[in-house]
């Protein structure tokens, strides 16, 4: 078999699995999205910087939670959640969310995590916007994810999304602004101040 060791060798067009993935070794970082290669761009220092002021607020407050949150790069492998996942050649979709809280700990393992995590929080780079605002969105609701952050940079924004009760699709989006607070749906005591986040 042919060591891949840069992105260039491999097809965009064609389907790849989990298990392909892990023989991967070039530096590049990279999301499968239904089999489908997706490019990660380099994050801003804007992004590292609202990542960081959400990493101190999810820190604090899930240091006293039995659940634990985790950040980028960390994969999430996803399946459809009327599925099962049982190896690693029937895993299509390994995303790395700016930051995710899973509560059920048997999802855990050296991998990263199997399954839906209960919150995800993605920062939009510029040219991702689409990827995260449709294509993700329709992924974490199949899968089960409960909740899911959008934050905006450009526009400081946050866009909260909740699961539905019937398990397959989000409500009508909540968006933020700069200056208000969210307060989490599955964690009733985070709040996240955006003027914080934003500020410079």
Request: overall charge negative.
């Amino acid at each position: 078999m042919e060591k891949i060791t840069s992105l260039s060798q491999l097809d965009l067009d064609k389907t790849y699995t989990y298990a392909d993935y892990l023989t991967w070794q070039f530096e590049q970082a990279v999301e499968l999205i239904k089999g489908k290669i997706a490019k990660m761009a380099a994050p801003s220092r804007r992004h590292q910087r609202i990542s960081r002021e959400l990493t101190g607020v999810f820190y604090n407050y899930f240091k006293k939670n039995p659940c634990e949150f985790y950040t980028a790069p960390f994969d999430v492998r996803l399946h459809n959640k009327a599925k099962s996942a049982k190896a690693n050649k029937d895993i299509y979709t390994v995303v790395q969310p700016d930051i995710c809280v899973i509560c059920d700990t048997g999802k855990l393992d050296d991998a990263g995590c199997l399954g839906a995590p209960d919150l995800i929080v993605e920062i939009l780079s510029p040219g991702n916007s689409t990827k995260e605002m449709k294509t993700k969105k329709d992924l974490y609701a199949e899968a089960g994810v409960r909740e899911y952050w959008i934050v905006d940079p450009e526009r400081e924004t946050l866009t909260r999304f909740l699961l539905e009760a019937d398990g397959e699709s989000y409500s009508l989006a909540q968006i933020f602004t700069s200056g208000e607070s969210v307060r989490a749906v599955v964690f009733e005591d985070l709040v996240v101040g955006l003027e914080g986040v934003f500020g410079e």
